[in-house]
């Protein structure tokens, strides 16, 4: 099986991998190869994941001899408030792909909205597992405490909505508890993504393009990359 790539080069400082028929399926490396390299190992681990969570209505069941094939490549940079590129200081532009131009189908929405079921699973489970005092201990080197990271995770994904213009509240309303941040627009991400089906939508805002598809997967990398983060926070206070 052909695994359809695209690298983001200057992820902070890092070069990312994304599978871009997989939405949650990505890997980071020091350099190009490295990066491309990981992705074939976190492919293997995310189809375990979906089949274990899917069990026998798995997608990915009869998945073998992953072949990385390189589509496109996007290098990262910052532009000023005049969109003129600079070297430090300004708004980061983050990868847009020539596949980001294909609209979803049902099918990819459908499972999509699996796979945000799981991932969000998983990231209750393990705060579960985290009790209140280690949630707000802070970390040298690190911006955020754990619950800091939850609230982040919910914020980010009303301002992928923001993004398309398909928010149903402002910045303002966005809710402060975490949990309740968390819940309230994970929901609207799960009601909006349905009416995306089949929409060639794409959108340019402050310098960026978005769309539906970029919109999936950032929100399933966003959220897995965090859950990862919260794993490493946690081994540090043990």
Known sequence: MQLKTGLELNNEGRVLAWALDFPGCFA???????????LSQAFVAYQ?????????????????????????SFQNYLINEKYEVVSESGYEVNAWFQYDWI????????????LMDWSRKDLLGLLDTIPEDLRVKKFEGERWDILGIVKHIGGAEWWYLD????????RD??????????EVIRDQVKQVL?????????????????????????????????????????????
């Open 103 to 114: 609209p979803l189908n049902q099918v990819e929405v459908n499972q999509g909205q699996l």
């Open 163 to 170: 993004r398309l213009g398909l928010t149903n509240f402002s």
């Open 28 to 38: 980071y490396g020091e350099d190009q190869q490295e990066a491309l390299i990981r």
């Open 48 to 72: 375990h994941w979906v089949n274990l969570k899917a069990g026998e209505h798995s997608w990915l069941k009869e998945v073998s001899d992953i072949d990385i094939r390189l589509l496109e």
């Open 194 to 238: 349905p009416t995306l089906v089949g929409k060639d939508m794409v959108r340019g805002i402050e310098g960026e393009f978005w769309s539906p598809r970029k919109l999936l997967r950032r929100v399933l990398w966003h959220e897995k990359d965090h859950i990862h983060h919260i794993y490493k926070l946690k081994e540090l206070a043990t």
């Open 173 to 182: 309303d966005v809710p402060k508890d975490a949990f309740e941040r968390l």
